[in-house]
């Protein structure tokens, strides 16, 4: 089994994520000193995480948003290059249906040049408050992520100059530089939120990443995965498979319930309702979200049902994934790996309810007790399928 940390860059003030129950959130409480403190312990945290023995740490795009103020992930990751010598750099992701694909296809080559061919990258669609953002048509927006997924990996390994002429995207010559460091491109994971975005991640050779779902949801899209698999002649391994979530460890599971409680904090519901359907409608009262009780995301019109009827944020955004002593947490991953088969855990640790030293210690007890005894999960089937590659 493998880990990736999600370097969330997160802005650090517990007392804004008690207080804070809206999105988009006013730009008017930003305090310099708070945000520079911020990205800093980021930076730390992933240095950290290499020496625990992360195999990656991962960034993602969001707006407007202070649990996860990286708006232009590239420039973080591309500081994380700097900053780490071994881990690799996943670029999960930025939201190609927003954004220039060439300008994409641009960043990740740089990225893998300067990480000396560290990059992974997970090209994303979005939620319904990012097309907000930046006034992007929502009806368009899976057409543009895959035509911009195609145009992207086109520029990155074509070796001659070309032009594109598609229904989102025109540009009458492209030719790349720099050249990207990995062959012919860096790995690329598809969304795997929906049972459409996995097999089109089958039919482009993409490995995928699927975020919160409960376990029995998330093994639905595995099992769809790996059947597409097949049929396409290709072998899967467990490290494909990537599972976005958060985790709480502490010493004990007193000091567990209580760093579980508070994890989010007071607003952290209601600025996670904002991603998780109605656009920019503006969230408060909200209790701890539903799971979601079907495959596909709000984007899609899904789980929507879910989220009116508690007045929640949906799709398990808000809620944490994992919590408790070391071994109880390695009794969940194990119990969720037999379940599902994911072999790529990708987990946050900063919760807007954690201070510093709550979040330093529980990713250090990750990495020393919870790490080490999950290693051989999945090994094996990963190692098989090396050798048929």
């Known amino acids: ?31 310099r000193e708070v945000g520079e403190r911020s990205t800093d312990f980021a930076l730390d945290q992933a240095a950290l995480a290499e020496e625990l023995g992360f195999d990656m740490v991962s960034v993602s795009e969001h707006h407007y948003w202070p649990s996860l103020p990286s708006p232009n992930p590239a ?21 190609v249906s927003i954004n220039n694909p060439l300008r994409i296809a641009e960043e990740a080559a740089m990225l893998d040049q300067l990480s000396h061919g560290r990059l992974e990258m997970l090209f994303l669609r979005g939620t319904p408050n990012e097309f907000v953002s930046y006034n992007v048509n929502p009806a368009e927006t899976r057409g543009r992520t895959q035509e911009a997924v195609e145009l992207i990996t086109m520029a990155l390994t074509e070796p ?23 062959h012919p491109h860096p790995p690329i994971f598809g969304s795997g939120n929906s049972p459409e975005s996995v097999r089109y991640a089958v039919a482009h050779g993409h490995k995928i990443g699927i975020s919160f779902y409960p376990a029995h949801l998330t093994a ?17 391994r467990p490290s494909d498979i990537l599972y976005r979530a958060h985790v709480a460890v502490a010493e004990t599971e007193r000091e567990a319930r209580a760093l579980a409680g508070k994890y989010y904090g007071v607003g952290g519901f209601g600025q996670a ?78 919760g807007g309810g954690l201070t510093e030293q709550e979040r330093t210690r529980s990713l250090t007890l990750f990495g020393q007790e919870v790490i080490p005894k999950l290693r051989h999960l999945g090994a094996a089937q990963d190692e098989e399928s090396a050798d048929v590659r």
Not at 15 to 29: D, I, K, L
Not at 163 to 178: E, H, L, M, N
Not at 273 to 295: H, Q
Request: aromatic letters at 12%; proline letters at 6%.
């Open 75 to 95: 420039v973080i990751a591309a500081a994380l290059t700097q900053r780490t010598e071994r881990v690799r750099i996943g670029w999960m992701g930025p939201l």
């Open 160 to 182: 001659h100059p070309f032009g594109w002429q598609g229904r989102y995207y025109r540009y009458p010559t492209i030719s790349v530089w720099p050249g990207v460091s990995q």
């Open 273 to 350: 309702a904002a991603f998780m359907g109605r656009g920019a409608t503006v969230a408060s009262e909200l209790k701890p979200p539903p799971d979601p009780t079907e495959l596909g995301t709000d984007a899609d019109g899904r789980n929507r049902g879910a989220d009116a009827k508690g007045k929640a944020a949906g799709f398990a955004l808000g809620k944490l994934n994992f919590s408790g002593t070391p071994d109880e947490v390695v009794r969940q991953l194990t119990e969720f790996h037999e379940q599902t088969g994911v072999g790529l855990f990708d987990l946050g640790f900063s």
């Open 1 to 31: 089994m493998k880990f990736s940390f999600l370097c969330s860059q997160i802005y650090g003030d517990t007392e804004h994520y008690r207080t804070q129950t809206s999105w988009p959130v006013p730009s008017a409480r930003y305090r």
């Open 220 to 236: 639905q899209l595995v099992q769809s995965y790996r059947e597409a698999c097949a049929e396409a002649g290709r072998t899967s």
